[in-house]
């Protein structure tokens, strides 16, 4: 699958500097920073086909990171989670919604968001995403271990938990042989109060819009801390003027 010549573009991490962000984020969507979570919802779905709004508690997990930690959803409480699934063997869709996800990571990574956004990506092979390979596989698509995680089922789990994970977010990893598996693709959102808030499905969304709902989840004024700074595109624009 090829993307298109625009998003390939957004793909490469070392053209996005500040001004272009700046000017990206200011053309894309001129008022979003004045509206609320409820318009900027209504806004993506006039203008970005591929998203869907959500409104529902996100389906928990207590998984493992290559490390052997613990990690559950309810750790990331605090947090705004982008939350994927895939498996390392996966040979064509996989590393491709994983770059995608890297091209989002650095537009958010040049704002303040950096410190309230959490990715984190699931392997759906658990048995051959060995500790060493689920290492790699950030390095080798542009992830960034800052605020990225990559997450398996814990010794005790059956092997299939994480594809029934996938399964209550809705969308299934079948197993198809010689290791491999059919699935569809598609990035969940997850607010700081564990609230599962909206889908982006497939690959030709505009990283710019996913980049802006998080904005908007980052700064809800309904849940946010009143005595918090601004922490998100709104707040980095204002320090560079």
Same mark, same amino acid.
């Given at each position: 699958m090829t993307e298109p010549r625009s998003e390939t573009i957004l793909q490469s991490r070392t053209r996005i500097g500040p001004a272009f962000l700046l000017a990206l984020a200011l053309a894309a969507a001129p008022a979003a920073f004045a509206h609320s979570l409820k318009d900027l919802e209504s806004m993506l779905g006039d203008r970005e086909q591929f998203f869907q709004p959500m409104d529902a508690a996100a389906p928990g997990f207590t998984l493992r990171d290559a490390d052997g930690r613990t990690v559950r959803l309810s750790d990331l409480r605090g947090e705004v989670v982008v939350l994927n699934f895939i498996y390392a +063997? &996966?040979?064509?869709? &996989?590393?491709?919604? @994983?770059?995608?996800? @890297?091209?989002?990571?650095? !537009?958010?990574?040049?704002?303040? !968001?950096?410190?309230?956004?959490? %990715?984190?990506?699931?392997?759906?092979?658990?048995?051959? /995403?060995?500790? @060493?390979? !689920?290492?790699?596989?950030?390095? #080798?698509?542009?992830?960034?271990?800052?605020?990225?995680? %990559?997450? #398996?089922?814990?010794? /005790?789990?059956?092997?299939?938990?994480?594809?029934?994970? +996938?399964?209550?977010?809705?969308?299934s990893f079948t197993k198809a042989g010689e290791g491999y598996q059919t699935h569809g693709i598609v990035t969940h959102v997850i607010d700081r109060e564990g609230r599962w808030r909206g889908n982006f499905h497939g690959l030709r969304f505009r990283p710019v819009n996913l980049v802006l709902f998080i904005n908007a989840l980052v700064n809800d004024h309904h849940h946010r801390d009143e005595t918090a700074s601004d922490g998100g595109l709104l707040g980095w624009l204002r320090e560079l003027f």
């Open positions: +063997a &996966c040979p064509d869709i &996989c590393p491709l919604h @994983a770059e995608k996800i @890297a091209a989002v990571q650095a !537009m958010v990574n040049r704002t303040p !968001m950096k410190e309230q956004v959490r %990715f984190v990506s699931v392997t759906t092979d658990p048995t051959r /995403d060995t500790p @060493a390979i !689920m290492r790699a596989y950030g390095p #080798t698509h542009g992830l960034d271990a800052v605020n990225w995680t %990559f997450l #398996t089922t814990t010794p /005790d789990q059956p092997e299939d938990a994480t594809r029934r994970l +996938a399964e209550a977010y809705g969308h």
